[in-house]
């Protein structure tokens, strides 16, 4: 557990000493992203299917230019730059993207099928058109399932998610793509990474509270220009590059797993 504790510690004081050196080395690409970033809210109804690839791109550029700069990469004009890393960056970010998604569609499913099948055997004769219906089928045996089962399959979701994560450093350092390959690289830290991560992302979440607290006080509309610059500043300027700076911090003190095996 000291062990653990001193990583977690070792990883959080990595990713604060990096920001700095991230934003002043790229701070142009950093622009670029959050520029990228606004757009898919400012889509009309129409165009709202290019959503996905505006974000993708926008986090790659930034990406990018964090991940070069670490690598001892090609370092473009203030990190701006679109070359063959941003593009293995973003074939990484959509494969991960890709297996994420068809993770999430076959828990949905297996969370319908338990929620439907505790229902139907608390209410054998269930309207399924009632709300009133579903909330007294759902409170009978089984309820603490029907609970369960969303938390455990939010819990596989992050937990991929993190053994994915080291994916990007590994493909700028070894100059190809790396997404299963790079899947053994986070055996035994994800502890590491969720406790890092939380303790980087909690400084965010509480300006976004205290932003969305001034945006009711000062009654801004769903969607005003100033909350959503916050946001995005936030991404691109902090989480970003600190989340980053962690990984790769993670990623040099990690062994490599053997080739052509997953080491789960």
């Known amino acids: 557990m000291g062990e653990r504790s001193a990583a977690i510690g070792r990883t959080v004081r990595a990713a604060l000493a ?12 950093l622009v670029a992203g959050a520029v990228l970033g606004l757009l898919p809210r400012t889509l009309p109804l129409g165009l709202t299917f290019l959503s996905l690839p505006l974000e993708l791109a926008a986090t790659t550029v930034a990406y990018g ?19 063959v890393q941003e593009w293995r960056l973003l074939a990484v970010q959509a494969l991960v993207t890709a297996i994420l998604t068809v993770v999430v569609a076959v828990l949905a499913v297996l969370v319908a099928a338990v929620v439907v099948g505790v229902a139907k055997s608390n209410a054998p004769d269930l309207d399924i058109t009632s709300v009133e219906a579903w909330r007294g089928a759902l409170d009978g045996p089984g309820a603490l399932a029907v609970s369960l089962v969303p938390l455990l399959s939010m819990t596989i979701m992050l937990w991929l998610f993190l053994r994915l994560s080291l994916a990007p450093a590994a493909t700028i350092d070894l100059g190809r793509i790396q997404v299963l390959s790079a899947f053994g690289r986070t055996r035994g830290v994800v502890l590491v990474l969720a406790v890092a991560g939380t303790v980087l992302a909690a400084p965010a979440v509480i300006l976004v509270v205290a932003v969305g607290y001034l945006r009711a006080i000062a009654g801004f509309s769903e969607g005003a220009l100033v909350p959503e610059l916050v946001s995005v500043a936030l991404v691109f300027f902090y989480l970003i590059p600190t989340w980053t700076a962690a990984l790769v911090e993670v990623y040099r003190t990690q062994p490599a797993p053997p080739p052509g095996t997953l080491r789960t």
Do not use: E, I, N, S
């Open 18 to 29: 990096g920001w700095a050196p991230g934003v002043r080395t790229g701070w142009a690409a």
């Open 65 to 83: 230019a964090l991940y070069r700069a670490a690598f001892g990469g090609p370092a473009g004009w203030k990190g701006l730059r679109w070359g």
